[in-house]
Structures are given as C-alpha cells and as structure tokens.
C-alpha cells in the first residue's frame, strides 16, 4: 500500500512540473500597446526619430529623481495626454461623448462646469469634428499636490468636407485628489 501512494505522489508531482514547464513556455508575454499610445510604424524613421527625441526629453525631466517622483511624473503626463487628447476630440454626431470620456481624470469643480456646459443643446447643422493628437508634453511644475504640463498638439479641424491642420500648445494643471492626479484648468497657451 505504501509503494502505491509513493508511485502516486511521485505522478502528481511529475504532473505537477510538467504542467508548470508548459505553462512558462505559454505563458502570456508583454501586453500589446493601449489604443491611446500606438507604436510607430517601423516604414517612418522620422516618427520613430520623434518619438525617441520625446523619450529622451522625458528622461532627462526625470533624471535624479526619487522613484515616487518619477510615479507621479508619469502619472500626471499619462492623465494629461488622456484628457487633452479625449477633451480635444469630438464630432458634432457624439455630442458630448468626449467630456463623459474625461470624467474620472476631472476635479469635482471642472466637472461641475462640464455638466452645465452639457445641460445646453448642442448646435450644429453641419457636420463638425475635432481631432487631437497629443505631440509632446512638458512637465513644468510639479510638487505633492499640484502640477502644470505644457502639451503641444495637431489639431484636425472638420467643417463639412473641409478640413484645416493647426498647431499649438496648451498648459493642463492638475491637482492631487484622494491620492489620483485629475486635471483641475486648461487653457491655451
């Protein structure tokens, strides 16, 4: 009876390892990349040149400091492309689908202001979008509990069948709120 329990324990044991060794050969690697910050294609060397200078801008923000500051660094530029981005861009067919969007990376008080600008009707007789994409963005100021980043972007303006390109800067402050970076202003620079 003992050797029949040995043989089985050293079964479920051989099992055992060898369900763990398929398992790290299958094992799921590294995340595909979110839908908000898509990869360069590798056919543009001039994207991909961008986006390496962008990285090295960033490092060089976040050189010396301590890995809590560097946290909070990435959280508040991480918020602050989200909402410029999602803020930046709607279409006269969504209404107000891009200030829902924001919701969770607003303060109270800008919510506040979202919801009385929503409470009016939207007015459009022709189609009308607005696309943003974020090019680049500054941290200027930054300490426990407040932040401002200067954000440069491609604005594509729709009007009917016309379309009109513009670049610009805008300054997105943001506040620390039950320990979550939300934007708190805007505005242009």
Not at 7 to 23: M, P, S, Y
Request: charged content about 30%; overall charge neutral; aromatic content about 10%.
């Amino acid at each position: 009876m003992d050797d029949k329990i040995k043989k089985i324990a050293l079964f479920l044991a051989i099992l055992l390892v060898a369900g763990g060794v398929i398992w790290w050969f299958f094992r799921p690697t590294a995340k595909p990349p979110s839908p908000s910050q898509p990869t360069a294609p590798t056919s543009q060397p001039s994207v991909v040149k961008e986006k390496t200078v962008v990285q090295e801008n960033l490092l060089k923000q976040v050189e010396g400091k301590s890995e809590e500051e560097i946290g909070d660094y990435a959280e508040v530029l991480k918020v602050s492309r989200y909402f410029t981005e999602r803020y930046g861009s709607f279409s006269s067919d969504a209404a107000w689908q891009n200030l829902q969007d924001v919701k969770l990376v607003v303060t109270d008080d800008l919510w506040q202001d979202f919801e009385e600008l929503m409470a009016k009707p939207a007015k459009q007789d022709n189609f009308y979008s607005m696309q943003t994409k974020v090019l680049s963005l500054t941290v200027d100021s930054i300490d426990n509990n407040k932040a401002q980043v200067t954000v440069s972007v491609q604005q594509t303006e729709t009007k009917g069948k016309e379309q009109n390109t513009t670049y610009n800067k805008k300054i997105i402050e943001l506040v620390k709120d039950k320990g979550k970076w939300k934007v708190s202003n805007f505005f242009d620079k």
